[in-house]
C-alpha cells in the first residue's frame, strides 16, 4: 500500500516536495487555499496588461548550473522553454546619458572606467570579488541516510573552489550596500550600485553582480505564472491530487506523531465535507514557517531552530505597485525623485520600474506594463487602515503619487495611465498565509546566513520546505528546501528517492 503525503501550500516548495514524493512512490495531496497554484511565485491580469509579481529573474536558467537541473527535474523548465537574457540587468541617468549596470561584468567595468577614471582602483578591485564569487553556488546535495536513485554528493574540487572566497564573506558581510557605493567618487556609479536597500550587507549585491555575470539571471517565456503551470502539470501527470481553495485547519499529531490534517469546513473542493479529516502518514509544512507555527497547531513546537526562526527572523515587506500605460517607454527605468513620494511613514527618494513591454502577451501593442517593488514594513500601516476603512483611500493616494511621478518624468504618459495597480502586505498576506505578506528573510550587516533543518525531533512525520528555512529565502530557496523536504520523507521510510521520471522525459509545456 502507496504511503499517505500531505503537502501544504501549492508555491514553489510545495510543488518541488509534491513532485518529487510523488515520483519517490508516495499517494501525495497537495492542499493550497488560494484558486491557483504558485503561492508568491505569481502574476496578474488587469485590463489588458499582464504584471510579473516574482520572475523578474530567475537563477538557474544557466543550464551549466547545479540549479537549473532541479527546475528541469520539477518541469519548472523545459526544452520548449525560451530564456531571455537580458543586455542590462539595472540602469540610471546621469545628465542626460544612461548608465547601464550590464551582465556582462567586463562591459560594466569598462563602461564605468570611461566615466570616472579616478575610481578606476576600485572597480578593478569590484571586478576581482565578483569574478571570485561566480564560483559559489547553492550546495545541492542529498540529505544524509537517504537512498537516491541519481545520488548528489559534494565534491572536494567544489568545496576546494570555494574556500578561498570564505575570509571574503566575511569581510563583506560587515559593509552595508550604501557603505560600499559611497566608496566611488563618481555620483552615477554610486547610484548604480545602490539598487538594493541601502541596510542591505555587500555580499548580497556581490552575488546578484556574480549570478549576472555567469549568464545566469534570464527570464523564462511566460513568467511566474507560465513556470507554475508547467509544475502543476508535471505533479498531476504523475497521479498527484492538487486540491485549490482548500485551507487546512491544523495538522493533526497524536503521541508524537503525524496523523493527518482537518479541513476548514465550507473550503474544498475535490473532497466531501465529511469527513473534513485527511489521514497521513507524513505532511510537509510549506505554508510560510512563521504563519504556519502559529496557525496550525494546537500543541507547542519546542524545537530550539523552530523557535530561533520564529524569534529571529527579520521579514522583507513590500508593497507591489503594476502600472500599465498606453506608450511607449524606455526599457530601463530608474532615478532620483525630485519630490519625494511619501506613504505609509515611508519616503521614497529614487524608484525604478522593470518594463516588460518586450515580451509577447504583457500588454496591447504600442503599451508598456510597468512593476516596482517599495521596500519597507508598512504592514502595521496597511493593517490599521483596514480596519479603519480607509485602505482603498490609501491605495489610491499612493497610485496618485505614483502617475505624479510618472507624467513628471515622461510627459507623452499624461492622459495614457490606463491601470495602476497596486499589491499591498496585506494582499500577500491574504492570498498566500504568510506572516505580514513576506517573501524574503532581511540578512543585514553582520548577520550570519541561516540554514534550518526542516525536521523536528519532538514529531515524527512532520517536514516543513519553504523560504524561511534558508536566508535570505527566494525561490531557488523554496525549491530546494522543498526537495529537502521529500528526501526526509523517503529517508523516514526508507524508500529510493527519485530525482527524475522513469522515462527521462519532461513534459514540453
Same mark, same amino acid.
Given at each position: 500500500?502507496?504511503?499517505?503525503?500531505?503537502?501544504?501550500?501549492?508555491?514553489?516548495?510545495?510543488?518541488?516536495?509534491?513532485?518529487?514524493?510523488?515520483?519517490?512512490?508516495?499517494?501525495?495531496?497537495?492542499?493550497?487555499?488560494?484558486?491557483?497554484?504558485?503561492?508568491?511565485?505569481?502574476?496578474?491580469?488587469?485590463?489588458?496588461?499582464?504584471?510579473?509579481?516574482?520572475?523578474?529573474?530567475?537563477?538557474?536558467?544557466?543550464?551549466?548550473?547545479?540549479?537549473?537541473?532541479?527546475?528541469?527535474?520539477?518541469?519548472?523548465?523545459?526544452?520548449?522553454?525560451?530564456?531571455?537574457?537580458?543586455?542590462?540587468?539595472?540602469?540610471?541617468?546621469?545628465?542626460?546619458?544612461?548608465?547601464?549596470?550590464?551582465?556582462?561584468?567586463?562591459?560594466?567595468?569598462?563602461?564605468?572606467?570611461?566615466?570616472?577614471?579616478?575610481?578606476?582602483?576600485?572597480?578593478?578591485?569590484?571586478?576581482?570579488?565578483?569574478?571570485?564569487?561566480?564560483?559559489?553556488?547553492?550546495?545541492?546535495?542529498?540529505?544524509?541516510?537517504?537512498?537516491?536513485?541519481?545520488?548528489?554528493?559534494?565534491?572536494?574540487?567544489?568545496?576546494?573552489?570555494?574556500?578561498?572566497?570564505?575570509?571574503?564573506?566575511?569581510?563583506?558581510?560587515?559593509?552595508?550596500?550604501?557603505?560600499?557605493?559611497?566608496?566611488?567618487?563618481?555620483?552615477?556609479?554610486?547610484?548604480?550600485?545602490?539598487?538594493?536597500?541601502?541596510?542591505?550587507?555587500?555580499?548580497?549585491?556581490?552575488?546578484?553582480?556574480?549570478?549576472?555575470?555567469?549568464?545566469?539571471?534570464?527570464?523564462?517565456?511566460?513568467?511566474?505564472?507560465?513556470?507554475?503551470?508547467?509544475?502543476?502539470?508535471?505533479?498531476?501527470?504523475?497521479?498527484?491530487?492538487?486540491?485549490?481553495?482548500?485551507?487546512?485547519?491544523?495538522?493533526?499529531? @497524536? =503521541?508524537?506523531?503525524?496523523? *493527518?490534517? #482537518?479541513?476548514? $469546513?465550507?473550503?474544498? /473542493? %475535490?473532497?466531501?465535507?465529511?469527513?473534513?479529516?485527511?489521514?497521513?502518514?507524513?505532511?510537509?509544512?510549506?505554508?510560510?514557517?512563521?504563519?504556519?507555527?502559529?496557525?496550525?497547531?494546537?500543541?507547542?513546537?519546542?524545537?530550539?531552530?523552530?523557535?530561533?526562526?520564529?524569534?529571529?527572523?527579520?521579514?522583507?515587506?513590500?508593497?507591489?505597485?503594476?502600472?500599465?500605460?498606453?506608450?511607449?517607454?524606455?526599457?530601463?527605468?530608474?532615478?532620483?525623485?525630485?519630490?519625494?513620494?511619501?506613504?505609509?511613514?515611508?519616503?521614497?527618494?529614487?524608484?525604478?520600474?522593470?518594463?516588460?513591454?518586450?515580451? @509577447? =502577451?504583457?500588454?496591447?501593442? *504600442?503599451? #508598456?506594463?510597468? $512593476?516596482?517593488?517599495? /521596500? %519597507?514594513?508598512?504592514?502595521?500601516?496597511?493593517?490599521?487602515?483596514?480596519?479603519?476603512?480607509?485602505?482603498?483611500?490609501?491605495?489610491?493616494?499612493?497610485?496618485?503619487?505614483?502617475?505624479?511621478?510618472?507624467?513628471?518624468?515622461?510627459?507623452?504618459?499624461?492622459?495614457?495611465?490606463?491601470?495602476?495597480?497596486?499589491?499591498?502586505?496585506?494582499?500577500?498576506?491574504?492570498?498566500?498565509?504568510?506572516?505580514?505578506?513576506?517573501?524574503?528573510?532581511?540578512?543585514?550587516?553582520?548577520?550570519?546566513?541561516?540554514?534550518?533543518?526542516?525536521?523536528?525531533?519532538?514529531?515524527?512525520?512532520?517536514?516543513?520546505?519553504?523560504?524561511?528555512?534558508?536566508?535570505?529565502?527566494?525561490?531557488?530557496?523554496?525549491?530546494? /528546501? %522543498?526537495?529537502?523536504?521529500?528526501?526526509?520523507?523517503?529517508?523516514?521510510?526508507?524508500?529510493?528517492?527519485?530525482?527524475?521520471?522513469?522515462?527521462?522525459?519532461?513534459?514540453?509545456?
Amino acid at each position: 500500500m502507496m504511503r499517505k503525503v500531505i503537502v501544504i501550500g501549492a508555491g514553489i516548495a510545495g510543488l518541488s516536495a509534491a513532485i518529487y514524493a510523488q515520483r519517490s512512490g508516495f499517494d501525495v495531496t497537495l492542499c493550497e487555499q488560494h484558486y491557483r497554484a504558485g503561492g508568491m511565485c505569481t502574476g496578474w491580469k488587469r485590463k489588458g496588461y499582464l504584471f510579473e509579481g516574482t520572475a523578474h529573474w530567475l537563477a538557474g536558467t544557466n543550464p551549466e548550473t547545479e540549479l537549473h537541473q532541479l527546475w528541469r527535474e520539477t518541469g519548472a523548465l523545459t526544452d520548449a522553454t525560451n530564456i531571455f537574457l537580458r543586455d542590462a540587468f539595472h540602469a540610471v541617468e546621469w545628465e542626460g546619458q544612461t548608465v547601464n549596470l550590464y551582465c556582462d561584468l567586463e562591459k560594466t567595468v569598462a563602461q564605468l572606467r570611461l566615466l570616472s577614471p579616478p575610481d578606476e582602483k576600485a572597480l578593478s578591485r569590484l571586478a576581482r570579488d565578483v569574478k571570485s564569487f561566480s564560483c559559489m553556488q547553492m550546495p545541492i546535495f542529498d540529505i544524509k541516510g537517504v537512498r537516491a536513485q541519481n545520488p548528489r554528493r559534494p565534491s572536494l574540487a567544489t568545496l576546494m573552489k570555494m574556500l578561498p572566497v570564505l575570509p571574503k564573506l566575511l569581510r563583506w558581510n560587515r559593509i552595508t550596500c550604501k557603505a560600499y557605493a559611497e566608496q566611488f567618487r563618481h555620483p552615477a556609479i554610486r547610484r548604480l550600485f545602490r539598487f538594493l536597500p541601502d541596510s542591505r550587507s555587500l555580499t548580497s549585491l556581490i552575488a546578484i553582480l556574480a549570478t549576472l555575470n555567469r549568464g545566469d539571471a534570464g527570464y523564462p517565456e511566460g513568467g511566474s505564472l507560465a513556470m507554475v503551470d508547467r509544475m502543476t502539470k508535471t505533479f498531476e501527470a504523475m497521479g498527484g491530487q492538487l486540491l485549490l481553495k482548500t485551507r487546512v485547519k491544523k495538522v493533526n499529531i @497524536e =503521541g508524537g506523531k503525524v496523523t *493527518g490534517v #482537518t479541513l476548514e $469546513t465550507g473550503n474544498t /473542493t %475535490g473532497v466531501s465535507p465529511e469527513p473534513r479529516f485527511l489521514p497521513a502518514d507524513a505532511v510537509i509544512v510549506t505554508q510560510e514557517t512563521m504563519a504556519a507555527v502559529d496557525q496550525l497547531f494546537d500543541i507547542s513546537l519546542n524545537d530550539k531552530w523552530l523557535k530561533h526562526l520564529c524569534e529571529n527572523t527579520k521579514p522583507v515587506v513590500c508593497t507591489f505597485v503594476c502600472v500599465g500605460i498606453r506608450a511607449e517607454l524606455p526599457r530601463m527605468l530608474a532615478w532620483e525623485l525630485p519630490e519625494p513620494i511619501t506613504f505609509a511613514g515611508i519616503t521614497v527618494s529614487k524608484i525604478g520600474f522593470d518594463n516588460y513591454a518586450e515580451y @509577447e =502577451g504583457y500588454a496591447p501593442k *504600442g503599451c #508598456t506594463p510597468l $512593476t516596482s517593488v517599495l /521596500t %519597507g514594513d508598512t504592514y502595521h500601516f496597511w493593517k490599521k487602515a483596514k480596519d479603519e476603512g480607509r485602505y482603498t483611500e490609501e491605495k489610491q493616494k499612493l497610485a496618485n503619487q505614483i502617475s505624479r511621478v510618472i507624467r513628471d518624468k515622461y510627459p507623452q504618459t499624461e492622459g495614457a495611465i490606463e491601470v495602476i495597480d497596486i499589491a499591498t502586505p496585506l494582499t500577500y498576506e491574504r492570498y498566500t498565509g504568510a506572516h505580514h505578506g513576506s517573501w524574503m528573510s532581511i540578512v543585514g550587516v553582520g548577520d550570519k546566513m541561516k540554514v534550518y533543518p526542516g525536521f523536528l525531533k519532538s514529531v515524527e512525520g512532520l517536514y516543513f520546505a519553504g523560504h524561511r528555512l534558508m536566508t535570505p529565502g527566494g525561490l531557488p530557496v523554496a525549491l530546494h /528546501t %522543498g526537495r529537502k523536504a521529500a528526501q526526509m520523507v523517503c529517508r523516514q521510510f526508507d524508500v529510493l528517492f527519485k530525482s527524475k521520471p522513469d522515462s527521462h522525459v519532461l513534459p514540453d509545456s
